[in-house]
């Protein structure tokens, strides 16, 4: 065969196999490239989960499926006073620093909506507003009572006796908003040497008064604690504290997440009271506990791990 038949035959052949090809692609379709999956990613950890940091008793809040929650109820990533904003409101305060050893006028403002100042709260366990005081430490806690003016502005006589960082909680129900605790730190400056962690402590001894908090806490459930107060023997006239023959602070001891829960009714006076505790998370808590008698308000502070 010649060379120039040769090449004729050649092209006629490549023609065909290249033909056959594009009629195939043709008749599949254009290529296209595999869809990209768009996963929506979660919001953040869920806001304050109201007054005192636990839901009522017997009530779930609904939960998005961004929540940390268990059957609780409760936000397991975010404790109530772990932020400075929540719920729409801002802890503005006045200053950072505070001196040792002397009454400071402290003021804050609680903003909502708009950055205004809010001015109509609640009462709630008779006060509007309470301010709770504690070192990183777990140290020099103080349930503190502020005044409003009429602006908006609250004040407090401040006592820090120990250099430090503190942390500040402001728990409030705003009328027609949302319960609230916020959190904040001040700093006290000088030598600082933290408090040394003694491990679980249940029984304390305030002014001659012996106080033993027993009962477990269990995570993901309500427990019940009993308060016992003596004084040689038991106190049997307990006198009501913010409406309560004893009421309740507890602060988890990794990050000052809060909790704040009140004495369960009883009928009267006696050397017992009950509280009921919803813990998030296994771990350590101080619980700071306030017992009134002889019109003197005291404070116990113990030291719990939850059981396992």
Do not use: C
Request: proline share 6%; aromatic share 8%.
């Amino acid at each position: 065969m010649k060379t120039a038949t040769r090449v004729a035959a050649y092209t006629t052949a490549l023609a065909v196999v290249f033909g056959g090809a594009w009629a195939a692609g043709a008749a599949a379709g254009p290529l296209r490239s595999q869809p990209v999956e768009h996963t929506e990613m979660p919001s953040g950890p869920g806001q304050d989960s109201g007054h005192g940091g636990m839901a009522p008793m017997g009530h779930e809040p609904d939960q998005g499926p961004d929540q940390g929650s268990g059957h609780d109820g409760m936000d397991h990533d975010l404790l109530p006073g772990l932020s400075v904003a929540a719920n729409g409101y801002q802890l503005d305060v006045s200053q950072t620093t505070v001196p040792t050893g002397a009454d400071t006028p402290f003021t804050f403002r609680i903003l909502g909506p708009g950055g205004t100042a809010v001015r109509a709260f609640d009462t709630e366990h008779q006060k509007q507003v309470h301010f709770i005081v504690v070192r990183r430490d777990g140290s020099g806690y103080q349930h503190l009572h502020p005044v409003m003016a009429t602006d908006g502005t609250w004040t407090v006589p401040l006592r820090l006796a120990a250099a430090g960082s503190y942390r500040l909680f402001a728990d409030f129900a705003p009328t027609g908003g949302t319960p609230t605790t916020l959190g904040t730190d001040v700093q006290a400056a000088g030598e600082y040497e933290p408090a040394r962690d003694a491990g679980p402590v249940r029984t304390v001894t305030v002014d001659g008064y012996e106080v033993t908090l027993s009962g477990d806490l269990h995570v993901g459930r309500e427990s019940t604690v009993v308060a016992t107060v003596r004084k040689g023997q038991p106190v049997t006239d307990l006198e009501p504290y913010l409406g309560a023959y004893g009421h309740l602070v507890a602060l988890r001891a990794s990050d000052l997440g809060y909790l704040h829960v009140h004495a369960l009714e009883q009928a009267g006076a006696g050397a017992d009271v009950r509280f009921a505790v919803a813990v998030p998370t296994a771990g350590r808590y101080r619980m700071y506990l306030d017992f009134q008698h002889g019109g003197v308000v005291r404070t116990a502070m113990f030291t719990v791990d939850t059981g396992h």
